[in-house]
């Protein structure tokens, strides 16, 4: 049976952590879908035309711990603006989405683009300090000289240009289900998303 979860939000609001864990809990299979916008935004930014990255990404390279630096971060939204790009990594992420045995996708545009009849939708939120509070943390193991006025401006940037795009914009699907994680623990912000899908199975 195929089940699809769709998991939007913007940046460092939680949305990973709660997509790896709604799929662990129910058995699905997961979907980090921002790691296909930083594969191609990695070998960009090292000079690479864009849609013939996008037309030839390998899993393999997704594997790759640098994808989640900084710099990544910014090229990844850079090219997820051009809707060639966008276009040629839609057929993997529907196919994934519509896999046997249930799928989780977490990213920006699930519920509203790439699934939107998937059973289940949550788009995940948090404030602005929190979310550049937590992504600081996870960035200072690799970067230990980055700062929270790095991180915070990077994310607010990334937000705008997600959310001012035609192709795709960061914005809610009408029929999410909206958690707001800012106050929340990790636990508490799972077991809300596993009872707004576990009410539409
Ligand atoms: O982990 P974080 O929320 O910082 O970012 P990400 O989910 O890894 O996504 C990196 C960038 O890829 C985002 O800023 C978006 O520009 C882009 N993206 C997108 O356009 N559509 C998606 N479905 C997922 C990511």
């Given at each position: 049976?195929?089940?699809?979860?769709?998991?939007?939000?913007?940046?460092?609001?939680?949305?990973?952590?709660?997509?790896?864990?709604?799929?662990?809990?129910?058995?699905?299979?997961?979907?980090?879908?921002?790691?296909?916008?930083?594969?191609?935004?990695?070998?960009?930014?090292?000079?690479?035309?864009?849609?013939?990255?996008?037309?030839?990404?390998?899993?393999?390279?997704?594997?790759?711990?640098?994808?989640?630096?900084?710099?990544?971060?910014?090229?990844a939204s850079k090219v997820a603006v051009l809707p060639e790009?966008?276009?040629?990594?839609?057929?993997?992420?529907?196919?994934?989405?519509?896999?046997?045995?249930?799928?989780?996708?977490?990213g920006r545009d699930i519920g509203t683009v790439i699934c939107?009849?998937?059973?289940?939708?949550?788009?995940?939120?948090?404030?602005?300090?929190?979310?550049?509070?937590?992504?600081?943390?996870?960035?200072?193991?690799?970067?230990?000289?980055?700062?929270?006025?790095?991180?915070?401006?990077?994310?607010?940037?990334?937000?705008?240009?997600?959310?001012?795009?035609?192709?795709?914009?960061?914005?809610?699907?009408?029929?999410?289900?909206?958690?707001?994680?800012?106050?929340?623990?990790?636990?508490?912000?799972?077991?809300?998303?596993?009872?707004?899908?576990?009410?539409?199975?």
């Amino acid at each position: 049976m195929a089940f699809t979860v769709a998991i939007d939000g913007p940046a460092a609001s939680g949305k990973g952590t709660i997509a790896r864990a709604v799929a662990a809990h129910f058995g699905f299979a997961h979907l980090d879908t921002g790691l296909l916008y930083r594969g191609v935004g990695f070998r960009v930014m090292q000079g690479e035309d864009p849609l013939t990255v996008a037309q030839n990404l390998v899993a393999e390279e997704l594997e790759n711990p640098d994808l989640r630096g900084a710099q990544v971060s910014q090229w990844a939204s850079k090219v997820a603006v051009l809707p060639e790009v966008r276009a040629a990594l839609l057929d993997f992420q529907r196919a994934f989405a519509r896999r046997l045995g249930g799928a989780v996708l977490d990213g920006r545009d699930i519920g509203t683009v790439i699934c939107p009849g998937a059973e289940a939708k949550l788009f995940v939120t948090a404030s602005d300090a929190t979310r550049a509070g937590r992504r600081h943390r996870e960035l200072l193991r690799s970067d230990p000289e980055i700062t929270f006025d790095t991180v915070l401006a990077d994310l607010r940037e990334r937000d705008r240009r997600d959310s001012e795009r035609s192709a795709a914009p960061l914005v809610p699907a009408e029929d999410a289900v909206r958690i707001d994680t800012s106050d929340m623990s990790i636990e508490e912000a799972v077991a809300a998303a596993i009872s707004a899908v576990a009410e539409r199975q």
